[in-house]
C-alpha cells in the first residue's frame, strides 16, 4: 500500500508531500536508491528494528544501499527546495551524501513526531498527524528558503542538458561566489553538481528510448559530449553502466535497483 498526501497552507511551501508506505519484503535483501537530489525525512513504522528510528536522508550525489526490510512500513517527507534546510534548522551541505538521525537535529522533538505518528490509528490519519506536526515547527524557522535558488532549480531542472551554471548565475543577478553560497545552502551542492545530477536524472527517464538508435546519439540528445562521458557520469551517479542499469532496473521502480545475488 502506497499513500500520499499533499501539505495545505504555509506548510506548503516547505514540504511537497508526505507518504507512507507498507508493503511485504521483496525476495531481495538490498537496494541501490540512485539519488534525486532531494532531501526526505524517513520513520520507520516497524518497532525494534536495529536502525535508527527517524533519519534525514540528505541529498546524495551517487547511488547508496538500502535494507529492503526496513523500507516496507514507513512514512516519509519529501521537501521543496530549501524547506530542508529550514524545517531541519541548518544548511543543506552539512547533510550532503549522509543519513542522520532526526535526534541529532530535533533531539527529544524526533522521538514525540514518531510517537504521534504511530499513534495514529489510519494510514491517513497518520499522514494527518505528520502534517501536523511539521506545520506546528513552522514557528521556530528562522531562515527562509532563498528566493533565487528556488528559481535556478526550476531552469537547471526544466532543461539540464542545456543549461549553463556560470550563465545561470549572471541572469539571476548573482556573482558566481554568492550564487555557489546560498545554493549549496538550500540545495546541498553546488550548482554545477546539481545540474550534473540532472541530466543523469534526465537521461533515467529516457532511458528506454536509447538501445534502438545507439548510445552515441542518446548521449548526445541528453546533453553529454559522447558516449564514454555518458558512461563515466552514469559510473560516477549509480555505479552502473547505462546498459547494466537498464538490465538490471527493468520492472522496478526507476530510483531503485535490486541487488539481486
Known sequence: MYVTATPRGPL????????????????????????????????????????????????????????????????????????????????????????????????????????????????????????????????????????????AVARIEAAPERCRVAELSETLGLSGRRFEQIFRADVGMTPKAYQRLQRFRGALARIEDAPGGGWAGFALERGYYDQSHLINEFGAHCGLTPREYLASRAGWFVNHVPIIR
Open 12 to 151: 506548503s511551501e516547505f514540504v511537497q508531500s508526505i507518504w507512507l508506505y507498507q508493503s511485504e519484503a521483496p525476495a531481495h535483501a538490498r537496494d541501490w536508491r540512485l539519488p534525486t537530489g532531494g532531501v526526505d525525512l524517513v520513520v520507520n513504522l516497524r518497532e525494534h528494528s536495529g536502525h535508527p528510528d527517524v533519519v534525514v536522508s540528505g541529498p546524495f550525489t551517487h547511488a547508496f544501499l538500502l535494507d529492503t526490510a526496513d523500507q516496507c512500513d514507513t512514512l516519509g517527507v519529501a521537501f521543496r527546495v530549501g524547506g530542508a534546510a529550514a524545517l531541519l534548522g541548518l544548511p543543506l551541505d552539512a547533510l550532503r551524501n549522509l543519513h542522520v538521525p532526526l535526534a541529532e537535529l530535533w533531539r527529544s522533538g524526533a522521538s514525540e513526531f514518531r510517537e504521534r505518528v504511530l499513534a495514529a490509528p489510519t494510514p491517513q490519519a497518520k499522514l494527518e498527524t505528520a502534517e501536523r506536526m511539521l506545520s506546528a515547527r513552522l514557528g521556530r524557522v528562522s531562515r527562509l528558503p532563498h528566493p533565487t535558488v528556488g528559481r
